[in-house]
Every structure is written in C-alpha cells, then in structure tokens.
C-alpha cells in the first residue's frame, strides 16, 4: 500500500464539499474533536450502520436521515462528527442533545433538520456537553472550506494512531470521477468504546438507491470484514455521499455499466480504509488476510473466518509467530458450519499444511514458522466441498492489547 | 467453597467403581497421563459431548458406545483416558489407534468394545503413540484399585495447575448415595489444545434414559455455562455413570420424586468442578458470576451471558479492576437479542448501576472500583422484559493468557 501525504489538503478535494474542523475541548483540551461536513444541493447520502442491539442515538438519528435522504434533494447536507463522547446509554437526553446540535446547525445554515446527519465517538454513558458544540457552530461554519480534509481525519480519532485517508480518481467515460474517503478505527482505551465511523465522498451522478445497493454491498466486503477483537460498537457508521458534481449523464438504473467500474474504485477506497483501522488496531503486531474457500456458501465461508479470526488462541499463536494450524482446525469446528474433516487444506501463505484430514506429509515446521514472521500474513482455508468464499481481515492479540484495555484507565 | 483434603484416596469411594493410572511417557516423562476407570457389570454410562465439527475420533468413539450403552447392561464399563495427545486431526490413523487401545483393553479384561470409552486430552494433529498405551495396559489393568482416584484427577489433567475433585453423600429415604467427580480444565498451553474432560460416578440405581436426561440438563447448567476465552475444544466430554450399587428401590419413572433429590446434589458437583476450571483457566486471576435476569427467555438469557463473559474489552476491564459498565452495555448490545435500553438494569455486586437507560443517579463509581478489587465478582442485569433467566461463570482475560499462549512454545 503506498503511503499517503498528507502535506497538502489541496489534492484531496471534491467540487462541492466542504469540511471544518476545531477543537471543542469535548473530552481532551487542544485537540481537533469537531467536524462539519457540508454537501451542496443536489447531494446524496447513503449509509450503513451498526447492528448493534444498543445503538447510540446519533446513529438511530442519522439512519432516519438517511432514509428520508432521496425525498430532500433539493437542500445541502451537513454531517457533524464529534470524538471524546460517544453519546451512548445517556437515555432521553443523548436524544435531546442530538436534537438541539442539529437544530443550531439547522438555523445557522438555513438548512431543514432532516439533512443533517451526526455521529458520535467516546466515551459510552456520559452526557454528550452538547453546549460546547453549539458553541462553536458559527466558527465551525465560517470556516468551512473544500480542503481541509486532512484535518477531519485527524478531529475523528479517539484512540487511533494516525490519521486514514484515502483520494482516489478514475475515468468514466470521458471525464474523471473522485472519491475520498476518511475512517476512524476500532482502536479503544478505557473507559472508551471504540467505534469505526468511515465518511466517503464521490462527485458521481447517481440515483440514491443505486448508491444505497452499492454502499451495503461494498460494507459487507470491506468494513463489515474486518475484526480487531469481536466486540461491535454501539455507534459504527458508514456513509457513502455524492455531491452529484461530476461532468456525466446520470447513472439511474441498476443495469448501467458505469456501475461497475464506479464499484471497483469505491470498493478500494473502502478495502484500504478497513485494512487501516485493523492495522491500527489495539496493540496488533501483525495484518492477517483470511480467505476461505469451497465452502457450502459465502455465508458459511463469512462464519468460518470471522469464527478463525475472533479466535483468542488463534491470535495469541499469530501474536507468537507460531504456526500453530490446531488451533486453525479448532476455530473452524466451533463455528458449527457444516465441513468434512478431510477435505480441509489449510495454507499458511503458498504453504499447504493440512489434507486428507491430517497434517500434510510434506509438511515443514521450520518453513511454517520463517513464514510466520511477516508482518502481513495469509491464512487460507480451502473446506472443498462448495463454492462459497469470503475475505475477512484481522489482526494478532498481544500484551499491549490487555496494557491499553485493562492497565491503563485515568 | 470448601478445600479439599486430597491426602486420604480412601474417602472418595463408590462401591463398584475402580481406578488405575500411571505414567505412559505420551508426552512428557515420569508424570501420570495414562488412566482406567473400571466400572462393574450393571453399571450405565450416559454423556454429553462438544458440539464441535472437528470432533476428535474419541469424541465419536464414545459417544457411539454411550448410545447402546442400556442395550449391554451386562458387563462392565471401562473408561480410558490419556493426556499428553488429543489424538484430534489425526486422519484415518487417529480412528484406528483408538480400536487398537480399546482390543487391548477388551482382551485384558474379557470385556466387549462396546463397553469401552475413550477421551484424549493434549496436543491436536500429531498421531496417537497408542503402543506405548497398549504396553502399559497390563499393569494398568492389575493396579485397579477402589481408592485411587486422586491419582486419576492429576493423571488426566494437562496445564491444569491442581487437580479437581468432588465427593458428596446424600440421604435419599433411608441411605445414603454417593457420587464422585473429577475434571479436568480448559488451561491451554501452545501447542496443545485446552479440553474439558470431566467422569463423575454415583451409585445410584437409576435408569439410563432418566440417567442421560439428568446429564444433559445438568451440563447445560454447569459445564456449559462456563467460559475462560470462548473456544471450543474439539475432544470435550462429560460422562457421569453409576455403579447402581446403592441400597434403595430403583428409578424407573421420570416421575419419580427422588430425582428431584439426586439432581440437586449431582447438580452442586457438577457446578462446583466447572467453577474450579475457570478458576484455573489460563491467566485467570478472578472468577465472575454473570447473572442474567429478565430476558425475553432462558435462551436469550444465555447468549446474552455469554455475550459478556466473552468479550474481550468486558474481560480486560474486570482484570484491570475497573467498573466499566459501558462496555457490558456494549456486549448485551451486539448479542443481536431483543432488549429495550431504558429497561435494561446492571448491578454490580449489589450497586445498581444502570436505570432508565442511562447511568443511575446515585452510581458511586468509587464503590463500584472497590468492588472490583475483590477475586470472586457478580454482574447481573435484568433486562426488566420478561421471565428468562442464565447464569453464567467466565474469568477476566491477562496479559499471563497471552503470555502461555503466545510467547512460550516449545
């Protein structure tokens, strides 16, 4: 993956948007915690969110505006973002909270509350300080400008170690189409929830439920396949905008082919962004693809591997450079997906260490463990008795994961 | 919970029941791994197995013989048991190992096959060295004794830290019954894999189908409601069998009142040895009782339990003492059970936390942290829904379980 500059704001702009970012001293003093994101007339906005049976109120909130978002084309959107507070399990005032940020930005953009969308990433149970907010709304929208998306990446952190970034363009037809995309991670330290928030934004002209279709396919793939630890956050959203800017015929039904080719790009922009947060997860060493095959269906593959990958023993071994495939065998038989034991192959990289239900014959521990040693691994398990697939990303367990999650609480 | 004085083997005797165990070398050297238990001719056997699709060939071995085991009341029962191998993944020669262990033991006791159970404990994928088994089955078979069973519970433990045993009489009319476990815990060490093994003998005369009724009830309350980091071993197996020795009448009828009497005792056995496994679990240095209360029903009551037992933030929060109820809030969340966040209570200990949806009023957060100072801790939460009900143990998760689970393969 190349490494991104984030030097210069100006390479990552889309006619249309506008972004602003400060420091609303939410939980940490000087730090970026606010963010606006402002979408002329005529945008979309498509989203998925977390299934959680606890969902905060920022994301029940932006979900009705999402829904209701085909209906209210003719009026910019706004989509404030705070870190600090996650706004969740703070009963009937998170929800009044929420309602007055949206109605102070309501009132000083001139925009209808039902386009503006918010999200939420913090602490857990503690009342969202939704007056510091307000505050710094006018400065907050004064300020808008179309580059300064670097600094929202960076105002969306909690516990991420960097900023994730991603600008992509292609072309369709004749012209060129943009895509930028930033993501917070799932790192999380006491007492904070973590939480994955991702804001893509596109010039595309398309309808919205073409882009909703696409945006719920796409998550599935990238951030909905990824795992740091299990555990699903009360407040994780995925929204996938276009400013409906760029110089093309409007893409209306399911069966353009222009499609296509906008899905690949968007589809990269989303994979890589997923792949950072994992990277970026909590005391994780190590970057683990896994990628089944021959399942009885995509399902039944999706379980294998996130059942692999959530394993504790098998992460503890990867943490260990240990090539311990055992504990492989145990993760797929605890996911109660239907296998037969000896059409299981298992591959660590171009390695094939188990067949005919047993370790292979050639099987070379020393080779196993060299290879275990990269930072970026492949586990692929080959079940043999279908056509079902899936690719899920995850990391190792370390010390310092425990470190940051139980050590340290201020 | 009572320490128990292992010094006197003499106490914990069943009538019809005998014991052997000795050191087969299967692993490590002079320590015991290899043991018999000998039940006499009228004895029944029932079980419950793991769920796993990578069930080892013992697993399917003895749950065959559990099966016909009321047709062949006529002649003993054996148990074998081995650690040092779990004899998992191990081809068509895992399946064959084991029918030679059982002739060898068939022959030396003019027994059928059919009356022989087998469980293996250890490392996962290496084949079974079942001669050094068979050499050992002579003097394996001459050193049956009544009194021997503490050497039993340490022959088949593998990184269990202390053995695990339970005797308890009753009085059931006018005599007394006896029943006897022992089990061995879900300690894991790489390369092996943790199993859950536990034989339990009464001497009640009881029926097999009331007998294997009472097993699998009670092991969902006990051994299956117990969690150290949520996987699955593919060799898990719970026997419990009588010698029908015990003066009385025999239990023929479900409606029988004495099984009400008989299942509260083997019901404490059970609970007590599956806390003892936790209590040992890997790194685990608290015991948690989750304790769920008003679910929509039992079910949605457990997978709500286990839902934070096997969280990995709500663990490493408990081992850093800390009271963080939003992350229990987290993981009731992402069970996917109903529940409605406003009715939703959690106390911990006998703090409520959490009312209204939202952190209680009077929440004392300096009570709450001096409450998770102490080694045996209770979280419970009334979902305020319906009438479900679970309880669950789980342990906290430390840096040691990372530790022996990464860092010190041989």
Redesign the interface.
Same mark, same amino acid.
């Given at each position: 993956m190349k490494k991104i500059d984030f030097s210069n704001n100006k390479k990552f702009m889309i006619k249309g948007a506008r972004f602003s970012s400060l420091c609303a001293n939410i939980k940490y003093k000087n730090r970026l915690d606010l963010t606006l994101i402002l979408l002329e007339a005529g945008s979309i906005v498509t989203g998925v969110f977390t299934? *959680?049976?606890?969902?905060a109120p920022s994301v029940i909130w932006s979900k009705k505006v999402v829904k209701s978002a085909s209906k209210n084309a003719e009026e910019p959107i706004a989509i404030v973002i705070n870190s600090g507070n996650a706004n /969740?399990?703070?009963?009937?005032?998170?929800t009044q909270a929420i309602e007055k940020v949206v109605l102070e930005i309501a009132e000083n953009l001139k925009i209808s509350k039902k386009r503006i969308l918010m999200a939420s990433t913090g602490? +857990?149970?503690?009342p969202l300080p939704y007056k510091k907010i307000i505050d710094k709304i006018p400065s907050l929208t004064q300020n808008l400008t179309e580059n300064q998306v670097v600094d929202c990446a960076k105002a969306i952190m909690t516990t991420d170690t960097y900023p994730k970034l991603r600008f992509k363009k292609f072309k369709l037809d004749k012209n060129f189409i943009s895509i930028l995309g930033i993501a917070k991670g799932s790192g %999380?330290i006491?007492?904070n %929830?973590?939480t994955m928030l991702s804001f893509i934004i596109t010039d595309i002209k398309i309808s919205y439920a073409i882009l909703q279709k696409i945006t719920s396919n796409l998550s599935d793939k990238t951030f909905n396949s990824i795992t740091v630890? *299990? =555990?699903?956050?009360?407040s994780d959203m995925v929204l996938v905008s276009t400013t409906s800017n760029a110089n093309m015929k409007p893409i209306k039904k399911f069966s353009d082919n222009r499609i296509k080719q906008f899905s690949k790009t968007l589809e990269l922009v989303m994979k890589e962004l997923a792949i950072e947060i994992v990277k970026d997860g909590e005391g994780s060493n190590k970057l683990i693809e896994y990628q089944i095959i021959g399942a009885l269906n995509d399902k039944s593959a999706k379980n294998i591997a996130l059942s692999i990958a959530?394993?504790?023993?098998v992460k503890? #071994?990867i #943490?260990?450079e =240990?090539p311990?495939?055992?504990?492989i065998? %145990? /993760? +797929?038989?605890? *996911?109660?997906?239907?296998?037969i034991?000896?059409k299981i192959k298992i591959y660590f990289g171009k390695y094939l260490i188990?067949n005919?239900?047993?370790?292979h014959k050639k099987y070379d521990e020393k080779k196993a463990k060299d290879y275990m040693k990269n930072t970026n691994l492949l586990v692929k398990v080959d079940l043999g008795i279908g056509r079902g697939i899936a690719k899920v990303w995850g990391c190792d367990?370390?010390?310092e994961? +425990?470190?940051i999650? #139980?050590?340290?609480?201020s």
């Open positions: 299934n *959680s049976k606890t969902k /969740a399990f703070t009963g009937k005032k998170g602490v +857990i149970g503690e %999380m006491a007492p %929830m973590a630890d *299990s =555990d699903t956050s009360t959530n394993s504790p023993l503890t #071994a #943490a260990g =240990d311990n495939w055992g504990r065998i %145990m /993760a +797929i038989g605890k *996911s109660g997906e239907n296998i034991q000896e188990t005919n239900g047993r370790v367990f370390t010390k994961y +425990i470190e999650n #139980a050590d340290y609480r």
